[in-house]
């Protein structure tokens, strides 16, 4: 197991899904409210789903148990630091300016982490970036665009 696949799925899941749920909350009436309380069932609730999911199937895979621990906590505090940083945005910051600021630290997360596993694996990192920011543009625009549809649903009724 390399140094980045300790950090590099927790990383990538706490990117797309908080910049999911704070794209597509952002034009909540209660916009804070609804992404800084989604943000933080996700750090708890769904963190742990996945922490223990990668700890069972890294034991089913019949890993030592000292490395199934690594990355079973490495995984879930990466997702906890890289989700409060979302919410600090979004506490701190006006909402259009929290949304921009998650998305430009989202993207350059990403970028970093496909470029820095690119180069550890010797393949091209610019491929690997651009396949990865295809996803996360992806999960973001289908966001907002699910935002638009469920808000003329709502309101047209």
């Known amino acids: 197991m390399t140094h980045l696949s300790k950090f590099s799925f927790g990383a990538t899941s706490a990117v797309i899904t908080s910049l999911a ?8 009436p209660e916009p804070r409210l609804a992404i800084i309380g989604s943000l933080m069932v996700f750090a708890i609730a769904d963190n742990i789903s996945d922490s223990l999911g990668i ?21 879930f505090f990466t997702r906890l ?7 600090l945005l979004v506490l701190m910051l006006p909402i259009l300016y929290a949304v921009v600021a ?6 350059s997360l990403l970028i970093a982490l496909s470029y820095l596993i690119a ?17 996360a ?3 973001v625009a ?10 003329g649903i709502f309101t047209g009724v």
Do not use: C
């Not at 700890?55 to 995984?75: C, G, P, R």
């Not at 630091?81 to 919410?87: Q, S, T």
């Open 21 to 28: 749920f704070i794209v597509g909350l952002s034009s909540n």
């Open 55 to 75: 700890h069972i199937y890294q034991e089913s895979d019949l890993k030592k148990s000292s490395a199934v621990a690594v990355s079973t906590f490495t995984n």
């Open 81 to 87: 630091l890289v989700i409060g940083a979302f919410a």
């Open 102 to 107: 998650s998305v430009a630290l989202g993207m």
């Open 119 to 135: 180069k550890e694996q010797g393949v091209d990192p610019y491929m690997a970036i651009l396949q990865h920011m295809a996803v």
């Open 137 to 139: 543009i992806v999960v």
């Open 142 to 151: 289908g966001s907002f665009l699910m935002r638009e549809w469920i808000t």
